[in-house]
């Protein structure tokens, strides 16, 4: 029992380390992204001539947004004979009928836009957007997925930008169409912009490998030639694109003034299904390019906070392992202190924990989207809905690392301003994973039931986030939501639908 103990209690230790290592990374992020934060962004001087330019638009069955997107394009402020509009559609329904009707009538305005139809997804967006590529000779080529809005000052904004000595792409900071839609939708803001207002900052900042996000960028056509093209190895051929130009010399810079609005998924299994499908091509292009980037010839800070930034998927099994290892490892420990928790578990659940608490708190701070109030309430339900995803997420962290199976899953939106919730036919199922993540929470509140009874209060905080995170996204995924409005009095379920949205 004792070397059972001593086993649980080391393996708890080295995953709540590794977690401090990851805390710690993003911590010294957040530093590196206050000292940016104080410069201007200087604005380069428009070119004499300006390049021509193809603006790409990959659709997949999108048809609540299609109209949106195309009518936002064609308002681009930028001369009509260096703009040229490429809609590339792998759709199976209704949006290819619409596109075609829409890309007439833009046509007949005066825009040069075709609208390529491909009745096979081979290859998926990465082979939709090489296939229009090859059918285009601009200089520069610009990226909006289906569910972002660029305003029309975007070119003449981001295009001077591309055009300085050795940079490859830019790319734009997302913003957030429905980020006040509901909670659910608010916690989803908090998470990215994490990443948006604080990572890619200090990366850009610091010279570090900066990640292309796949939209509201422009690339350098040399620049992804010399790259080796779009690849469909991975399924998420912007992160690996952007890995391999910045290996072959080139900078992708990062422009956190020029704004981009998208649309945030509504539902907890569209969600679920974009955070498996980023995750699963992280690690895809972590196995990828990782031996490459370690022989390449960089600086060693480089090389350490690209393999920081790539290998940062492994929170999530390491999130599972600490919930499924933390009541154990204490019930069977031979040491304990008196509240009956291991020595140094506080001190190292905090220092993995509170560097976390700031980034987010500070990129809420820097987004200016959120009021004082907000920002100090949001942080930690942000949080936990990101430890919610553990499950799933780690999921994909073992396909990424051993099943080649590269199936592009796409997260359709219903259209922000007109539609609530996700329309039948369009939404994504995930009712195995949420039945998982209910069992976890489970297992996790009858070990203190059936433990050693010690620690109880020090595992009210940890039975909350866990739990919170886990439910919010299974109980949705299960249709608790839906039964519980069935039972209600038709006047308060439609009160409470509205207020409990998506």
């Not at 259209?415 to 036919?425: S, Y």
């Not at 939404?427 to 929470?441: F, I, K, Q, S, Y």
């Not at 995924?477 to 519980?484: C, H, T, W």
Request: glycine share 8%.
């Amino acid at each position: 029992m004792e070397l059972l103990g001593s086993t649980l209690s080391g393996l708890y230790y080295m995953v709540c380390g590794c977690l401090v290592v990851y805390g710690m990374y993003r911590l010294t992020l957040l530093a590196v992204h206050l000292r940016a934060a104080r410069r201007s962004i200087v604005q380069p001087p428009a070119p004499r001539d300006w390049p021509t330019v193809t603006v790409q638009l990959p659709l997949f069955n999108e048809r609540f947004v299609a109209r949106r997107l195309l009518e936002a394009v064609s308002r681009l402020d930028y001369p009509r004979d260096r703009l040229h509009v490429q809609v590339l559609d792998d759709s199976t329904d209704c949006t290819t009928r619409l596109t075609r009707r829409l890309v007439r009538v833009l046509r007949n305005r005066g825009l040069n836009i075709d609208h390529l139809h491909r009745t096979h997804r081979t290859g998926y967006k990465a082979g939709a957007l090489a296939d229009g590529l090859r059918r285009s000779h601009a200089e520069l080529v610009a990226i909006f997925d289906a569910d972002f809005v660029p305003p029309p000052d975007f070119l003449k904004r981001v295009v001077p930008h591309v055009l300085q000595p050795g940079v490859g792409a830019v790319q734009a900071r997302w913003g957030h169409l429905n980020r006040e839609a509901s909670w659910f939708t608010r916690m989803q803001a908090i998470l990215l912009d994490g990443h948006f207002v604080v990572e890619q900052t200090a990366r850009s900042w610091a010279r570090c490998f900066l990640s292309f996000n796949g939209t509201c960028g422009v690339w350098q056509r040399r620049a992804i030639e010399s790259a080796g093209g779009w690849t469909s190895d991975t399924v998420t051929e912007d992160l690996d694109l952007s890995f391999r130009a910045q290996l072959e010399g080139w900078r992708v810079v990062y422009l956190r003034d020029v704004v981009v609005p998208g649309e945030l998924p509504t539902e907890p299994d569209s969600f679920r299904s974009q955070q498996r499908r980023w995750t699963k091509g992280g690690v895809q292009v972590a196995r990828k390019l990782l031996p490459r980037l370690m022989r390449a010839p960089l600086p060693l800070r480089v090389k350490v906070e690209a393999f920081l930034h790539l290998t940062c998927y492994a929170a999530y099994p390491l999130l599972l392992l600490l919930a499924l290892l933390r009541t154990p490892a204490r019930v069977f420990a031979p040491e304990t202190t008196v509240l009956g928790l291991l020595p140094g578990e506080i001190e190292l659940l905090f220092i993995g924990t509170l560097p976390l608490l700031a980034f987010y708190t500070l990129a809420q701070i820097g987004s200016r989207a959120a009021t004082p109030r907000a920002v100090a309430t949001r942080s930690l339900p942000a949080m936990a809905l990101g430890a919610g995803l553990a499950v799933s997420n780690t999921r994909a962290v073992l396909e990424g690392l051993f099943s080649r199976d590269l199936t592009f899953e796409r997260t359709p939106k219903p259209g922000a301003r007109v539609r609530p919730v996700m329309p039948r036919g369009y939404r994504v199922r995930g009712t195995t994973v949420a039945m998982l993540e209910v069992v976890l929470v489970v297992y996790i509140v009858l070990w203190k039931v059936l433990g050693t009874g010690l620690g109880v209060v020090a595992d009210i905080p940890f039975i909350l986030f866990f739990g919170f995170g886990l439910l919010s996204m299974a109980l949705p995924s299960l249709g608790v939501r839906r039964v519980l409005r069935d039972m209600m009095p038709r006047a308060v379920a439609a009160r409470w639908s509205t207020a409990a949205s998506p």
